[in-house]
Every structure is written in C-alpha cells, then in structure tokens.
C-alpha cells in the first residue's frame, strides 16, 4: 500500500504516553525549581508543551493515588484507601475504556495494586510489572505468562520494555502506554553511573529543616518522618557516625539521603529522554501525548520531614508536564487547580470518548488549549485514611485548599480499614494563611481574625464531601 493511502487509513486519535513515576516532588524537577538539580530531558516536555503549576493529589499515597489516576474517582469510590485495600481492576477505567475503543493498551513497571485473580492488572494488552514495590536492580516481573527476573537496574528495563512496545506497535492503530516508575521512592538506590553524583557537594538545605512544629497540633509533631531520626542504616547506606548531636544528625542524614533520591531523579530524567528520542525517531512526536507526572508529592528535608501523606503542599503537589504540539502551546504553564482524577477524563476527551459516569474529575483539555472555562474550580479536597500507620503514624485527615487557604482536620480514627489503626485520638483543626504564610508553618485555626475564614472554609469542606459523595466524621459536621 503506497505510504500515503496508509497514511490516510490510520486511525488519527492521538497516542497516549503516562511516564508515572514515585514519591517525585515538584521541587526536585528544574522545571519547577531548579536549585536542587537539573532535569533537562523532563524540562523539555515543559519547554514543549505546558508546566502545571497547581496539580494536587486526593491522596498521598502511592496505591490510592494510582488507583484514582486509572479510575478518575475519590478513593472512597474505587475502594483503595489505604496500601491494604488492593483494587478491583474490573471497575472501569481510562485505559479499559481506550483499549474497547480500538486503542492498543500497554502498562509497564509499577502496579501496586495488589497481584492475582481481580488484582491483576485488566484492559490491557499487554502488561509486564513490578512485584509490590519491587527493587531498584534485577527486578521480578510479573505478567500473564508467569514470573521473570531482569538483571540490570529497574529504571532502565522499565523504560527498555516501553520502548519495545513503541516499536512493535500496530501502526493503523493509536496507543497508550504507562511507563510506571518505582524511583525516586524509597530505599533510593541509584544505578551505577549516578553513584558519585553530587558527591563533591553539600546540596542545600530547606528552610523548614529544622522545624519544630510549635504551630502544628498533634499530628505533626508524632508523625515518625524526621529524616535525623527515623531514616535507617539501609536507607542511608551507612551507620550514623558516633558522636552527633539531633542537629549534626539531622544534617549529615539530610545529605546522605537527599543525593541518593537525586540521583534516582537523575536516572529517571536520562531514561525519559531516552523515550522522547524513540518517539521523535519513529515519527510520532506530533502524534501523541505524553505526560510526565507522580503519584503524590515528597517531602525532601521540609518539615525535618521525609515521605508524604499530610495534606501539606509538599506533599499534596504532584508535578504534571504535557506535551502534545498540535493542541498545547509549546512553553506554556497554568496555575488553575488540577486533579489526579482529571487525568483519565483528560485522556478519554482527546480520545473522543465519553467519561464514565462515575468518573469526579473534570478534562484538562481546555486548560491544555490555553483556556479556564468559566467556574473552574477554585478549590480541592484532600482526605488521607492510613490512620495511624506503621512506622509513619500519620493520623487520618481531610481538608480543602483554596489559592489562599487551607483547613485540614485530623479526626484521628481509622473506621476499621485495612491498614489503618484501631487507636483514636482526639480531633484536631489546622488552618493555613497561605499568602501570609506558604510553608504553612503556623495554624491560625484558633485566631479570632481568622473566624469568618474558618466557618468559609468549613462550608466549603461540606460542599465538596457533598459533591463528591464522602461521609464526613460527625464532629466535623
């Protein structure tokens, strides 16, 4: 068939490309903030297409953020509310509902969403992943064909057997690929080319390093995330040295931990120009969209904290970059509010498919045209269930964000949920000035200025537990 007769043949719905990766804060992406490292193969996606400036998780937490990314729903709609309550990958999704479309469908690396019967990954044609968390070299995969092992370093065969999809695809057909990374989470163990990296320097430290949460309530100040403290000997690769106070602790841990997520980053950048190349070189750059984001946020040092969960932006930001040349101006950037459960909406709009009924979120199309349709929204709710986990004991919390503020409050019980704890503590309220006060470093919850504030805010909260359909605690009605 003579090139351009195909041409004409080939279904033009765009492909879609979801490079996922781990516990990636914003902060360490040079596109967003470029003082701990350079990211230049994830800056070209912003350079190329548009940088999403106010991109929030509903809960940080990789397997329910995951599971809301693939569903387009609140945790309390597809069931994954904790690490513990596996998914139902029957319930519908982005990617099932692409594949019944005519899209090819491919997932590899990370699934966290627990393994065999209706666990296993559905709706895709091809799916190879990870082993829960899985390591960082010579990783279990785990497919319909049963169980191998890959010798060499798990970012690289992750991008390696993508790649492979890209070129083996069907051309007549458009696809969508989920390049799930398990970097830049935890044990950060870089690959052998980046060991060294940063080496030679002291990275710099946060300004909230050594917070003491003096304007936290409760929560905060028992959480076990302080990196001087909590951080292990595998974590850092080495024994404390003997003799450091909490403060020289705290620091040396800082470094020790913060190179090695860095150099995982690193890894993670390379790898993602590596895939970009393959596009560009089989002629697909204009053909499809590619987004780079992570399921929640980290905190690197922030706080004195490492890890997520808390509803503090370190936390709640995810990073979302987008390049599709016909559509999203090349160099652009957005600060309107975003969701994780936007993405599956987004995807399905460009694919001309209707969202499911189901679905909570809204499609960032519009947003990605350069437009804010009128009464986007102009705030977000957030709820954490893991209620007093082990190690971390974060307590269970919910919340709103608006551009100004944030109302967050801990009702500390965990209603009998899987991976939550039986203990119960009493209530709290936290309220943030966030243009007085964006490291969010003192609760303003009690101060009588704050008083019509508060009860807005609280309105708002019931608004959106009323939208999307969660049961408020009683107290907090």
Request: aromatic letters at 10%; a negative charge; glycine letters at 6%.
């Amino acid at each position: 068939m003579p090139t351009d007769q195909r041409r004409d043949q080939r279904d033009q719905r765009p492909n879609i490309v979801l490079v996922l990766t781990d516990d990636h804060a914003a902060h360490a992406l040079s596109a967003y903030d470029d003082t701990l490292l350079q990211t230049p193969n994830l800056d070209r996606l912003a350079q190329e297409g548009m940088r999403f400036d106010a991109t929030y998780c509903t809960n940080a937490l990789c397997a329910p953020s995951r599971a809301s990314i693939l569903t387009g729903t609140y945790s309390h709609v597809n069931g994954v509310r904790t690490l513990s309550t596996h998914f139902d990958a029957a319930q519908p999704t982005f990617v099932s509902m692409l594949r019944d479309a005519g899209y090819q469908t491919w997932l590899a690396g990370k699934w966290h969403l627990g393994h065999g019967g209706e666990h296993d990954p559905q709706g895709f044609d091809y799916w190879e992943v990870l082993d829960g968390q899985g390591p960082y070299w010579d990783p279990e995969l785990i497919s319909e064909d049963g169980r191998r092992t890959v010798s060499g370093y798990t970012t690289t065969i992750l991008t390696d057997l993508a790649i492979e999809r890209i070129r083996q695809r069907d051309p007549d057909r458009p696809f969508c690929l989920l390049l799930h990374h398990k970097a830049p989470h935890r044990s950060w163990d870089p690959d052998t080319a980046h060991a060294k990296l940063f080496a030679d320097e002291d990275l710099p430290e946060p300004a909230t390093l050594f917070d003491d949460h003096a304007g936290h309530g409760r929560a905060a100040r028992e959480a076990r995330m302080r990196i001087g403290r909590d951080l292990n000997e595998r974590d850092l690769k080495a024994p404390f040295p003997p003799g450091l106070d909490e403060p020289e602790r705290t620091r040396w841990a800082y470094q020790r931990y913060l190179k090695d997520y860095l150099r995982c980053v690193v890894s993670v950048d390379e790898n993602t120009g590596r895939l970009l190349d393959v596009l560009d070189d089989e002629g697909l750059r204009d053909d499809t969209i590619v987004a780079y984001s992570s399921d929640q946020g980290f905190f690197l040092g922030d706080h004195g904290w490492y890890d997520k969960r808390f509803m503090y932006d370190e936390s709640l930001r995810m990073p979302l970059l987008v390049r599709y040349p016909p559509e999203v101006p090349a160099g652009s950037a957005t600060d309107a509010m975003a969701l994780n459960i936007d993405f599956a909406q987004t995807f399905l709009d460009y694919a001309g498919i209707e969202a499911h009924p189901r679905m909570q979120g809204e499609s960032l199309r519009p947003l990605l045209r350069g437009e804010r349709p009128d009464g986007w929204r102009d705030s977000i709710y957030y709820r954490y269930w893991e209620h007093d986990d082990n190690p971390h004991h974060v307590e269970a919390h919910y919340g709103v964000r608006t551009e100004r503020y944030k109302l967050i409050y801990y009702y500390a019980r965990g209603f009998g949920i899987p991976g939550a704890s039986d203990r119960t503590m009493p209530p709290e309220w936290e309220l943030f000035d966030l243009e007085r006060d964006p490291a969010e470093l003192t609760n303003v919850w009690a101060h009588p200025a704050y008083a019509d504030v508060r009860e807005e805010l609280r309105a708002e909260l019931a608004r959106l537990q009323a939208q999307y359909a969660d049961e408020p605690c009683e107290d907090s009605a």
